[in-house]
């Protein structure tokens, strides 16, 4: 099984500031990645497919890139409704897939 | 614009069954590949099973093979999990989500419903 590490888990941050949250992979999966956005009581939103293709309707500010085993999750400047729970995930082994623990991006 | 309801969650007993649905509107349902991914409280995500669009091809993860089945009815735009033998370890909200591309699946997922729990307590 490939196993998804994020890191941080939690990142501490201000609305306007630039967030970058990290997602490694245990073995390579090419760019097989997506990264999506929770919030509490929600369902989980596709942000990122493919490593850096932003999914329809996400705003530019999001960013995604990385290939092999390393991936990045870049958002330019924290809106307010950017505070969420943001979680990685491989189609590389399907159908074994398997995401991330999540990082928790909070209001510093 | 696309929707998904979940539906049939509940509490259920150790060893016991229960069917969720999903019905699906805003697009075209026979063409893409449908998946239920869980999530446990408070923990993250897993992805459960995939039906193809035609439902043909369906895949599970290995701690779900042989108790759960995944099937789709494309005259009612509706997929389906029936849950049997349930085990604590299943108590999860449970999602129904579109794959990204039509046709084949690519285990990417752009569309999700709101979820539905199930309970597997005594």
């Known amino acids: 099984e490939i196993v998804l590490t994020q890191s941080p888990a939690t990142l501490s941050l201000s609305p306007g500031e630039r967030a970058t949250l990290s997602c490694r992979a245990s073995?390579?999966?090419?760019?097989?990645l997506a990264w999506y956005q929770q919030k509490p009581g929600q369902a989980p939103r596709l942000l990122i497919y493919?490593?850096?293709n932003r999914a329809t309707g996400i705003p530019a500010r999001f960013s995604g890139s990385g290939s092999g085993t390393d991936f990045t999750l870049t958002i330019s400047s924290l809106e307010s409704e950017d505070f969420a729970v943001y979680y990685c995930q491989q189609r590389s082994s399907w159908p074994s897939i398997t995401f991330g623990q999540g990082t928790r991006l909070e209001i510093k | 614009q696309v929707h998904l309801v979940e539906s049939g969650g509940g509490v259920v007993q150790p060893g016991g069954s229960l069917r969720l649905s999903c019905a699906a509107s805003?697009?075209?349902?026979?063409?893409?590949?449908m998946h239920w991914v869980r999530q446990a409280p408070g923990k993250g995500l897993e992805w459960v099973t995939v039906?193809?669009?035609?439902?043909?091809?369906?895949k599970y993860t290995d701690s779900v093979k042989g108790r759960f089945t995944i099937s789709r009815d494309n005259s009612k735009n509706t997929v389906y999990l029936q849950m049997n033998s349930l085990r604590a370890e299943d108590t999860a909200v449970y999602y129904c989500?579109?794959?990204?591309?039509?046709?084949?699946?690519?285990?990417?997922?752009?569309?999700w419903g709101q979820g539905t729990l199930v309970t597997v307590s005594s």
């Open positions: 805003g697009f075209t349902f026979s063409s893409y590949g």
């Open positions: 073995q390579r999966i090419s760019s097989y």
């Open positions: 989500a579109k794959d990204l591309v039509t046709v084949g699946a690519q285990y990417h997922f752009d569309y």
């Open positions: 493919d490593a850096s």
């Open positions: 039906v193809a669009y035609d439902g043909r091809d369906k």
